[in-house]
C-alpha cells in the first residue's frame, strides 16, 4: 500500500487515448473503460494497491477552463502540454491527508494552486453501489511545467482499491519508480525541491534518485538515461525542460510479461532486471520497463 507522497500515477497524455489503451490491454493490463473529466480530458485506468497507471487524452476542448483550483486549470494545463507533444503532462502523488500534505509540501516550497473535488458512482463485483470521493491538492510548477504535481487522496479507498479490478493478465502490481530526464544545469533546483519531502538523495551515474513511499524518483542527465534507462525517446531529443520520461512497473512474473510481451507486437529488450519497450512514441513517448523488484 502507498503512503503520503509516494508516487501515485504520472499522467500519460495522449492524442489517441483508444489506440493507447488498445496497446496497454494487448500487454495485459486491465483498463477501465474511457470516461470523462467535468473539465475536458478522457481517462482510462489500470488500477493497483494504492497506485495506478493513468492515459488522459482530450474529450470536449470546450470544457478545458471549467472547475478551476485558483489560477490552475487541469485540462488546460493536459491541452496545452499536447499541443508540444505527447508525454508525461503532470504527475500525482499519493495522500492519506490532502490538507496536511499540501501544508507540508508548502512548508518546503511547492506551490499550492488550490483544491478540486469529485466523485463518481461505482458498483462493485457483489453488485452493491457506492460513490468515490477524491480530493486532489494541485502544486504547479512554473519553473518546470512538466513536473507539475497534484495530491491525490481517496477518501473511499474501499471502493477504489476493489481486489478484483487490481488483478492483471500480465501480473503488474504496480509501479515502482518514474525517471525524470533533466539536463545537469537543473540538477541543483531539482535535488532541493525533492529533498524537502524525501530528504537525502542517493547518488548514481549522471544524477540521483530519492526513495518515496511508493518506488524510487530518480533525476538523470542524457548520458545517465542512456546508460541506466535506454535511448532518450526521439520526441525529447531537443527538449531541455525537465521531464518524466520512463516509468518502471513491478513484476513478480517474468515469463508471464514475456508472453504478453510478445504477444503485444510492440517492440521490447531485456534491461537490467526485467524489460523494456522500445518504441516509447508509442507509449506517449515514455519508456516503460517491466522490472523484478
Request: proline residues 5%; glycine residues 10%; charged residues 20%.
Amino acid at each position: 500500500m502507498n503512503a503520503s507522497f509516494g508516487i501515485d500515477h504520472p499522467l500519460l497524455a495522449t492524442h489517441d487515448i483508444d489506440a493507447l489503451r488498445a496497446r496497454l490491454i494487448a500487454l495485459g493490463f486491465n483498463m477501465t473503460a474511457v470516461g470523462k473529466h467535468p473539465w475536458g480530458t478522457s481517462t482510462s485506468l489500470a488500477m493497483f494497491n494504492g497506485c495506478l497507471i493513468e492515459i488522459m487524452g482530450i474529450s470536449d476542448d470546450t470544457l478545458l477552463d471549467q472547475v478551476p483550483a485558483g489560477d490552475f486549470r487541469f485540462g488546460r494545463h493536459v491541452y496545452d502540454h499536447l499541443q508540444q507533444r505527447e508525454g508525461v503532462a503532470l504527475s500525482a502523488l499519493h495522500s492519506t491527508g490532502s490538507a496536511v500534505d499540501a501544508a507540508r509540501a508548502q512548508d518546503v516550497g511547492f506551490t499550492i494552486a488550490g483544491h478540486l473535488e469529485f466523485g463518481r458512482d461505482v458498483t462493485l463485483p457483489d453488485g452493491s453501489t457506492g460513490r468515490t470521493k477524491t480530493t486532489l491538492a494541485l502544486m504547479p510548477d512554473a519553473e518546470f511545467p512538466r513536473l507539475s504535481l497534484f495530491l491525490c487522496q481517496q477518501h473511499r479507498p474501499e471502493l477504489i482499491y476493489v481486489p478484483e479490478w487490481l488483478q492483471h493478465p500480465n501480473q503488474v502490481t504496480g509501479i515502482c519508480g518514474v525517471t525524470i530526464l533533466a539536463d545537469d544545469d537543473t540538477h541543483d533546483a531539482l535535488r532541493k525541491r525533492f529533498s524537502g519531502l524525501y530528504g537525502e538523495a542517493n547518488e548514481l551515474q549522471g544524477g540521483f534518485q530519492f526513495q518515496t513511499a511508493n518506488g524510487v524518483l530518480r533525476v538523470l542527465n542524457d548520458g545517465g538515461f542512456e546508460t541506466q534507462i535506454g535511448p532518450i525517446p526521439d520526441a525529447l531529443h531537443d527538449e531541455h525542460q525537465p521531464c518524466i520520461a520512463a516509468m518502471d512497473l513491478a513484476m513478480p512474473d517474468p515469463a508471464q510479461m514475456y508472453r504478453f510481451l510478445q504477444q503485444s507486437g510492440l517492440a521490447f529488450t531485456p534491461c537490467d532486471g526485467g524489460y523494456a519497450l522500445t518504441q516509447p512514441e508509442l507509449t506517449a513517448n515514455t519508456i516503460l520497463r517491466f522490472l523484478m523488484v
